[in-house]
């Protein structure tokens, strides 16, 4: 059996857990409202303060989504109590960023400096000039803004230039020698 998905999910005081007919489950909580819509095969019950996660049979198929079901509506879980947050650095000679109102502006080595807007429901702050905190209530959604702000400038392996999370490790790689 599933490890993940066998393993009961404790419901935080200040939390209401409602699902709905083809798995489509709402989690309220302190930080805000998440719906989702998880796949049909799998049993979700609520049972004395814990969603349980059940799979109909020992199926390949079914396997792998018992454990996905169960960390999507844990991360449900997680999003509405505190929240998750990215971090990034920006590195290079002139290469910061700012924030005002809802947008973030980058200067990346560009010829322009490139402006992002935060989608709804995510919020981004700058902390000096080259460190980015992306926050919010949905995992997916912060990991996906975190990496297109990423993808404006990737790091260079030979310098370390551009834009990287904090908790990455670029491979450095030697420059040119001359010939002699």
Known sequence: MSRIGRMPIAIPAG???DIAENNNVTVKGPKGELTRALPKEMTIKLEDGKIVVERPNDLKKEK??????????????VGVTTGFEKKLEVNGVGYRAAK????????????????????????????????IIVKGIDKEAVGQYAADIRDKRRPEPYKGKGIKYADEHIRRKVGKTGKK
């Open 100 to 131: 005002s109102g809802n947008t973030l502006t980058l200067n990346l080595g560009y010829s322009h400096p490139v402006e992002m807007i935060d989608p709804e429901g995510i919020t981004s702050e700058v902390q000096g000039t080259n460190v």
């Open 64 to 77: 792998s989504l018992h454990g996905l079901t169960r960390s999507l509506l844990h991360n449900m879980v």
């Open 15 to 17: 939390v209401t857990v």
